[in-house]
């Protein structure tokens, strides 16, 4: 009997939800609401997601990342420049001042060392993207280094001390001259994800080392 037949449409199968109250149309359109509502939770649920995963690595920035890589081979440009330019200075002008050129590569180095803790690191075959783990791997590591190549030690020798000793003072810029230690820590990072032998890397790392101390042993018998 068709009066009492409740078989169902196909529509009714088409549609996620149906109500035989509404025409065709205004079905359509609460299947479309009801579709975008599931689609802003969805998005909803990727951006707590996210937050999360921001939140665990607490916006720390991966090392083969394009922009770290730049800065990166800007601080090794820095690092050669300074270890060229500092022991000239020292042994060929009598009264080696600090002009802004020396002030921006000091800020520099600053802003390497603040943006080392929250650099990523490799620990085997695995990266590290914890933030804690980060700043105690760099605190136990090369922080020292950096922070000893980068202090002012001539000014505040200056500053406490006064004028007196003015050839040490001197002599105290070299310091500086630990920076040398970053260049191979640089070129290994820049370097990442190359497909080139790690044995020609570390002869360019070598011959680059090299140099640098043949240029400081020159200007050094130049001093006696």
Known sequence: MHGGDNRSSPDDFENPIHDRSLTKEQQKKRNADVVDTSLIFRHLANSAELQHLIKDNGCAVQPDRSERVAWDVFMLTLVVYSC?????????????????????IDLCFYVDIVLNFFTGYDKG???????????????????????????????????????????LIKLMRLIKLLRMLRASRLIMRITSNWTVHTTYIRVSVFMLYVGMICHLLACAFFML
Do not use: C, N
């Open 84 to 104: 060229v330019q500092l022991p000239y200075t020292i042994a060929f002008k009598p009264k080696p001042e600090m002009d802004w050129i020396d002030w921006t």
């Open 125 to 167: 075959f695995e990266l590290v993207m914890d933030r804690e783990e980060i700043r105690s791997h760099y605190l136990r590591g090369w922080f020292f280094i950096d922070f000893v190549a980068t202090v002012e030690w001539d000014i505040l020798w200056g500053w406490i001390f006064g004028s007196d000793g003015r050839s």
